[in-house]
């Protein structure tokens, strides 16, 4: 468990931090131990109610971990050590998780493990990806270099992610906002236009008594149909988390239309720049390559890299071992053979995930260019075709009335 602590020192100097021990007892042998003479310890409690807001949370997020490999490269290269970079990242750190887990870090290190072994320890903030540089580059002395590398990774990354965000944050709002208004006609506008039909006697047209009898149902079944939405959430959460239902939801993905060629560029950028960081970091290209395959993100993919990954086990080239699978485009397995037949697999693969990046961001403007009029036009004929509607029969009470 994570512990608060209040120390003093032999000088007199009052410390404080967090410390993770079995029990309160273990926690003041080991302070102890340090020379510091525990003044309180008590158990750390979250307040669930904030952790649940997203301004209150101290959840570690991606751009924390890019902001500390960052600062912790430069203070490297600038030649401070790595226990007293870690400790101004710290107290620099305003993220209380961040904190924690740093402090951590310290303390392993501390007590003799690697940084790599320290991190390990952090797996949900740290990935494997990650701890493998950190391993490799302790073994050839490049520390501060691997975490240069790796910031530049982790921004590239995050600016990927942002851009596919952006694209589909304003269709997302206006198609949910298109819903919540129709569901609110369906529910309260209607039904009293309704009754004003009934009480004047007027003949309905088509287009009204499709939107009314829409309405009725809307208004008899609305518990029905959030209960089924709910269930079919619910549902496909758990055939997700079986083998068989990943099988079947991520070959759906990858047969999306529209959607399905920049989900796939998306995973061969990530793909080809990990792959290149990792063997630039020293690491073997058969540990490379298994290692690639979690930040996939789709199992058919992983699937493919994984055997791909035995196949060069056994003395086959990756270019000819990727060339199996349709799922990587010749121009990557080009790329790839390029770079082994050079020595240079690493750069080749960075190059490959940069073209990858310039195709997403065309296909994403593309994209975005087309969808802005599709919505404004679907938009205009479901606004259009309520308010025909609406005012068709109340058009032809005034005109009888004429």
Not at 24 to 49: C, G, H, V, W
Not at 291 to 318: C, M, P, Q, W, Y
């Amino acid at each position: 468990m994570k512990l608060f602590y209040k120390a003093v020192t032999g000088e007199g100097k009052i410390l404080s931090g967090i410390i993770e021990a079995n029990d309160i007892r273990d926690a003041a042998y080991y302070l102890r131990s340090k020379e510091l003479f525990p003044i309180t310890i008590t158990k750390k409690e979250n307040n669930r109610l904030l952790s649940m807001l997203p301004f209150f949370s101290n959840k570690v997020r991606r751009k924390d971990i890019l902001v500390f490999t960052r600062q912790l490269s430069l203070m490297l290269v600038s030649g401070l050590t790595l226990v007293k970079s870690l400790d101004i990242l710290k107290n620099q750190a305003t993220n209380e998780a961040m904190r924690e887990i740093i402090d951590g870090v310290i303390t392993d290190i501390q007590e003799g493990l690697s940084f790599s072994k320290a991190l390990l320890k952090h797996p949900d903030m740290f990935s494997t990806v990650y701890v493998s540089i950190i391993k490799a580059s302790e073994a050839s002395g490049l520390l501060d270099k691997s975490l240069i590398r790796l910031a530049d990774n982790l921004e590239k990354e995050q600016k990927l992610r942002g851009t596919i965000k952006a694209a589909f944050t304003y269709p997302t709002i206006v198609v949910i906002m298109m819903i919540v208004v129709v569901f609110i006609m369906m529910i309260f506008v209607i039904p009293k236009l309704t009754d004003l039909y009934k009480d004047l006697n007027v003949e309905l047209p088509l287009a009204t008594k499709i939107v009314v009898s829409m309405s009725h149902l809307t208004v008899a079944f609305w518990p029905i149909i959030l209960g089924a939405g709910v269930l079919f959430s619910f549902l496909l959460r758990r055939l997700s988390k079986t083998e068989e239902g990943k099988m079947l939801i991520d070959n759906l993905v990858l047969k999306l239309p529209i959607l399905a060629p920049i989900i796939k560029k998306t995973i061969l950028a990530e793909f080809s720049r990990t792959l290149g960081l990792l063997i630039g970091s020293g690491t073997l290209v058969v540990e490379s390559l298994a290692e690639t395959a979690d930040i996939a993100g789709n199992v058919h993919f992983k699937n493919a890299i994984l055997d791909t990954s035995r196949r060069v086990e056994k003395g086959v080239t990756v270019g000819d071992a990727l060339s199996v699978y349709t799922l990587f485009p010749p121009i990557l397995i080009q790329l790839v053979k390029v770079g082994e037949q050079t020595g240079k697999l690493d750069e080749t693969l960075l190059k490959a995930s940069e073209y990858f990046e310039g195709e997403i961001d065309q296909a994403v403007k593309t994209l975005t260019t087309a969808m802005e009029p599709l919505i404004m036009v679907t938009l205009g004929v479901g606004v259009g075709f309520l308010i025909f509607s609406i005012i068709t029969p109340i058009y032809k009470l005034t005109s009888s009335i004429q």
